[in-house]
Structures are given as C-alpha cells and as structure tokens.
T-cell receptor, first 113, second 116 residues
Framework: KAGVTQTPRYLIKTRGQQVTLSCSPI?????VSWYQQTPGQGLQFLFE???????NKGNFPGRFSGRQFSNSRSEMNVSTLELGDSALYLC????????????FGPGTRLTVT | AQSVTQPDIHITVSEGASLELRCNYS??????LFWYVQSPGQGLQLLLK??????LVQGIKGFEAEFKRSQSSFNLRKPSVHWSDAAEYFC??????????????FGTGTQLKVEL
C-alpha cells in the first residue's frame, strides 16, 4: 500500500505570494491533518480534515487554509507569505475515527525569500 | 491544556549501549501517547503507541516504551542502539476530548547521536 505523498517536495516563494501544497493520503484513510515544523516552534498542528469538513483547527492566522476533496486528497493554502512561514509542512493521514495513529508524508519544504 | 515535555534536547550514546528517552505529559484523562522518529529530511515514522491496557508497549525497530501514570511519563527505551538509530525522536499525545479528531500535541524532540 502506498504511503502518504506530498507535492511538491521543495518550494521557494517570495514574500507576499501565495502557495498551495498537496497531500494524497493512504488509500482508505479519510482523515488528513497538516502540521508545520520549524526549528523555533517545533511541530505545530494546523488543521484536520475529515470527509471534506474541517474537524479541528490549530492556532494559526486565517492566511492558512485548507480543503479536502471527495477522494480524501487535501490541499493547504498559505496566502500573503511571510518570511516566518518558511518551514517543513507535514501531512498525516489516518483512518476515520479519532485517536487513530497517523502516518506522515515526507513533507514539503517551503522557503520564503 | 495538554502538553508534552521532552527534557533532553540532545543525547549521545555509544553503539551497542542502552537508550532511554524521556517524555512527560500533562493530560486530564487517560492519554493516548505516541513516539515518532524523524530522520534528516524525512517525515515522521510511528515507532509505537499506547492507548490502554498493558503499560509496556512494543514497537518497531526494537523499541519499547512504558506508560507510568503515577509519574506522567512515557519513556522510550532500546536495549542496544545501532548507528542507524541516530535521528530525532518525538513524543506526542492525542486529543483529550471525544470528537477531538486526530490533533497531536508534540514535544520539542530529542536529537539522538550514536557514537561508533
């Protein structure tokens, strides 16, 4: 069974631009969560989608948004990029219920210049 | 609010030596606890999890962890470390409330270096 895939793996953007990251979960997984990892703040939860609905949200500004499609694939969008948005963005998928173990993708490394 | 503390930022052990990585949690009920490992440039790989039952849980790659409610700890152990175990290790706790989805709260991580 294929693992979680994320595209692109690396991205360089300029301050003020917007970016869209994509995540394809493991087949059969209906929950997709997004995390931001930085050296200063560590791993922080962004949001979770389940059955195309946002089920949970972390403490990030409204510039960070996401969505999930009917095939469970998910995208996250960051608008008006800031230098501080440079991070590794990790996607994780899990089965339907809460407290299921999550399987992480390799991440998208976003650099904002 | 739930939280996870990993007191050791860096740990260095010799290959073949035993390993224990510490994790303490703050949680209002029975916690759902996880250990993940991250190699450079990679995502997180689940090593093991604790939901309930036996307090000593076995994971992949020869790792185990023991849940101790009285100490609010979930320490990760390995009897004999291999050079390939060098990586960053994260302890995490799952959501407290029913319907809390799959949000994980992570510790700050412990960077493991293995000396040959």
């Amino acid at each position: 069974k294929a693992g979680v895939t994320q595209t692109p793996r690396y991205l360089i953007k300029t301050r003020g631009q917007q970016v869209t990251l994509s995540c394809s979960p493991i087949s059969g997984h209906r929950s997709v969560s997004w995390y931001q990892q930085t050296p200063g703040q560590g791993l922080q939860f962004l949001f979770e989608y389940f059955s195309e609905t946002q089920r949970n949200k972390g403490n990030f500004p409204g510039r960070f948004s996401g969505r999930q499609f009917s095939n469970s694939r998910s995208e996250m969008n960051v608008s008006t990029l800031e230098l501080g948005d440079s991070a590794l963005y990790l996607c994780a998928s899990s089965l339907a219920g809460a407290w299921n173990e999550q399987y992480f993708g390799p991440g998208t490394r976003l650099t904002v210049t | 609010a739930q939280s996870v503390t990993q007191p050791d930022i860096h740990i260095t052990v010799s290959e073949g030596a035993s390993l224990e990585l510490r994790c303490n949690y703050s949680y209002g009920a029975t916690p759902y606890l996880f250990w993940y490992v991250q190699s450079p440039g990679q995502g997180l790989q689940l090593l093991l999890k604790y939901f309930s039952g036996d307090t000593l849980v076995q994971g992949i790659k020869g790792f185990e962890a023991e849940f101790k409610r009285s100490q609010s700890s979930f320490n990760l152990r390995k009897p004999s470390v291999h050079w390939s175990d060098a990586a960053e290790y994260f302890c995490a706790v799952g959501p407290q409330l029913t319907g809390g989805g799959n949000k994980l709260t992570f510790g700050t991580g412990t960077q493991l270096k293995v000396e040959l």
